[in-house]
């Protein structure tokens, strides 16, 4: 197959051959540059304008543009198009000098799931409770301390949580760790030591919480999935899980609170098998709509081990999560995380507690809210004028929503994106290796660039979508 094109100021005749258009044009684009009929700087045409000419599909187009970017033959760039690379002559280095490869730079712009707007850090707020802190703190404070963690957070995290999150927390129950990932962590040592075998685990989800529940030892088997959420009712056929991983506020990364049917056949499984439900309430305050949807822990204390995070309301940098644990287990965690050198640092611990005790973190939240929710509501109208096609759905609560992609499109528009330069994940990302395939579809987290780069952003999403 040949054709030619004459656009841009490049007048260029391509011969396609091989086994695939999309080889074949990129084979075609290399040889134009080496031999240069391309020179530096030359901008190429839009893939719409170059699959048109070319009589092939624009996703051809796109993904070569996208492979040919990554590889250092061109550069993409918002507002000046594809252009040819430019990139100075081999050169021989002196003798002896070591060899290094060149440094290469992330995408501009990012839509990763997972974090918040870090720019939005409450710094001047927390340097003040930091400094009243450090000025309150009492002499033992700067020893080893109690392995639950400082009493001022806990105490204080019992009466937050308990008005919030409707959680029964007393502070004896309370075990503060190092994130969500180091409490996962020291579950998964108290599960083995229980005799614990299997965990059912949500059809999608982070692979790095099930790689540590694999590593402890422990089997996940995945639970379908549907509109109403993770398929609880299913867990008495699981006859070899003695325990469960949800998220039941806000499901990551499908984003469907939990079915109130839902959250009952959990417990009543619990109670009848003495299995243990854990709960990840990650983003738990963040809905938009009507009132956050409480905490499932709530229903049975004795039965859900509920586990909180810093991470998503402040910043996943302060290391700062808890546990609420039936009674029954503070002693095997407190076992548990004896053995693992992580600590979250006292004073940070102090800091919090007089964040949430002076009513800072009450604000930050519900600023926060507001900003993420402008966010959410600006995302969806983007898309309803510049990609009326796409459905979104998820965006009741949390930080990031699903767009729903045409079937067999997820990696087509993950490399236009690339593109664009802008990062994104597809659902398939987070989908567990048992589970069934799904739809196709991309995990936006809207929560994550700043506000200098959200128009930016939104900008390469709509035309990577178009």
Not at 181 to 208: I, N, P, Q, T
Not at 263 to 283: F, H, K, N, P, S
Not at 395 to 410: D, M
Request: with cysteine.
């Amino acid at each position: 197959m040949t054709d030619s094109w004459a656009t841009f100021g490049a007048d260029l005749h391509l011969e396609l051959r091989g086994s695939g258009l999309r080889a074949g044009l990129m084979d075609a684009l290399r040889e134009a540059v080496r031999t240069g009929r391309l020179t530096p700087g030359t901008r190429l045409p839009s893939s719409r304008s170059l699959a048109a000419d070319l009589g092939i599909a624009r996703n051809t187009v796109a993904d070569a543009y996208a492979e040919l970017v990554a590889e250092g033959w061109l550069t993409a760039q918002q507002g000046s198009g594809t252009r040819v690379a430019r990139r100075a002559a081999p050169r021989k280095p002196p003798t002896g000098a070591p060899r290094t490869r060149p440094a290469r730079g992330g995408p501009q712009y990012s839509l990763m799931a997972g974090s918040p707007d870090l720019a939005s850090f409450p710094r001047a707020e927390w340097l003040k409770a930091a400094r009243r802190a450090l000025t309150a703190a009492p002499h033992d404070a700067f020893g080893y301390g109690d392995a639950r963690g400082r009493v001022e957070l806990r105490t204080v995290l019992a009466d937050y949580l308990a008005r919030a999150r409707g959680v029964y927390a007393d502070p004896e129950r309370i075990v503060i760790c190092s994130g969500f990932v180091h409490g996962l962590m020291l579950m998964g040592k108290v599960l083995r030591r229980r005799r614990v075998r299997e965990v059912a685990v949500e059809s999608y989800g982070l692979d790095v919480h099930w790689n540590l529940l694999t590593e402890a030892g422990l089997r996940t088997s995945a639970l379908p999935y549907d509109e109403l959420g993770t398929r609880t009712d299913e867990l008495g056929a699981r006859g070899g899980a003695g325990a469960v991983l949800l998220t039941p506020a806000h499901q990551f990364p499908m984003g469907v609170a939990l079915h109130p049917d839902r959250r009952a056949a959990a417990v009543d499984w619990a109670r009848g098998t003495g299995g243990l439900i854990l709960e990840d309430d990650y983003d738990g305050e963040f809905r938009y709509d009507r009132q956050p949807v409480g905490a499932l822990q709530g229903l049975d204390p004795d039965r859900v081990v509920y586990m909180g995070t810093a991470s998503k309301s402040l910043a996943p940098g302060l290391r700062l999560a808890w546990m609420v644990l039936p009674e029954e287990l503070v002693g095997d965690v407190l076992e548990a995380k004896g053995s693992v050198d992580w600590v979250s640092s006292a004073l940070d611990q102090l800091t919090l507690a007089e964040f949430i005790a002076s009513g800072a973190y009450d604000r930050h939240v519900r600023g926060m809210r507001l900003r993420y929710r402008r966010r959410r509501d600006q995302l969806v109208a983007a898309l309803a004028e510049r990609a009326p096609h796409i459905r979104v759905s998820g965006i009741a609560a949390g930080l990031h929503a699903v767009l729903e992609l045409p079937p067999g499109t997820e990696h087509s528009v993950i490399q236009a994106a690339a593109w664009q330069n802008l990062a994104v994940e597809g659902v398939s990302r987070f989908r567990h290796g048992e589970a069934a395939r799904g739809r196709d579809a991309l995990v936006v987290g809207y929560g994550t660039p700043p506000d200098s780069a959200w128009a930016g952003t939104l900008d390469a999403l709509c035309r990577a979508l178009q």
